[in-house]
């Protein structure tokens, strides 16, 4: 029978805007989160993180939030560049440790 | 440091085959993990070695699979016998602490069981 894969979320941005990438967890135990970026052929690799007692961080281009209310965490990328395109992965651990990733959202800049 | 090295970048295999895969973390980690990538499953964690130890292997899909720790800059994941649906990229990680640091990622190895 015809195997499905996972449905990878997509967003679509015009190079130079702001994206906005979401990712839901469910374990209310997590306290550590971490936002990695995968390029076609390569590994993840870290962008950013943030701890449970923190709602706001802030790097290079690159925020995260978390509203551990809602067990929520955001991605923003301000002035996006072409070579922002890739599959973008949220990953929680808390708990038991495991370091757990999200199914991932694909971000296609458009030039 | 070149970061989490991984070895073969490709390996095609015929089904019956042993398969071993090879990983050398970045020194001074204590946490190393393996991961699968597949379409179907996404990231999926299969086991983890804390200053060599196997901690968690419940992600192991069978018995067939096996990995091992004999130092502190080496690991291997070995399937024994392949099957085509264990065709994916299968990641090495390593970390300094599990949960409070992050993971750097290998390049990983696209396996292909035919």
């Known amino acids: 029978g015809e195997s499905v894969g996972l449905h990878l979320p997509t967003l679509s941005v015009q190079e130079g805007d702001n994206s906005i990438i979401n990712c839901a967890y469910s374990?209310?135990?997590?306290?550590?989160f971490i936002w990695y970026k995968q390029e076609s052929g390569k590994g993840p690799q870290f962008i950013i993180d943030?701890?449970?007692?923190?709602d706001k961080r802030q790097g290079q281009r690159v925020t995260v939030l978390l509203n551990k209310t809602v067990k929520h965490l955001s991605l923003q990328i301000a002035a996006t560049q072409p070579g922002d395109s890739a599959v973008y992965f949220c990953?929680?651990?808390?708990?038991?440790?495991?370091?757990?990733f999200g199914t991932g959202t694909r971000l296609t800049i458009i030039p | 440091d070149a970061g989490v090295i991984q070895s073969p970048r490709h390996e095609v295999t015929e089904m019956g085959q042993e398969v071993t895969l090879r990983c050398k973390p970045i020194?001074?980690?204590?946490?190393l993990f393996w991961y699968r990538q597949t379409m179907m499953r996404g990231l999926e964690l299969l086991i983890y070695f804390n200053n060599n130890v196997p901690i968690d292997d419940s992600g192991m899909p069978e018995d067939r699979f096996s990995a091992k720790m004999p130092n502190a800059s080496f690991s291997t994941l070995k399937i024994q016998p392949s099957e085509p649906r264990d065709s994916a990229v299968y990641f090495c990680?390593?970390?300094?602490?599990?949960?409070?640091?992050?993971?750097?990622f290998g390049q990983g190895t696209r396996l292909t069981v035919v």
């Open positions: 943030i701890r449970s007692n923190m």
């Open positions: 990953a929680e651990t808390g708990g038991n440790e495991k370091l757990t």
């Open positions: 374990n209310s135990a997590s306290d550590y």
């Open positions: 990680a390593s970390s300094l602490r599990q949960g409070v640091t992050e993971a750097f």
């Open positions: 020194s001074g980690h204590d946490y």
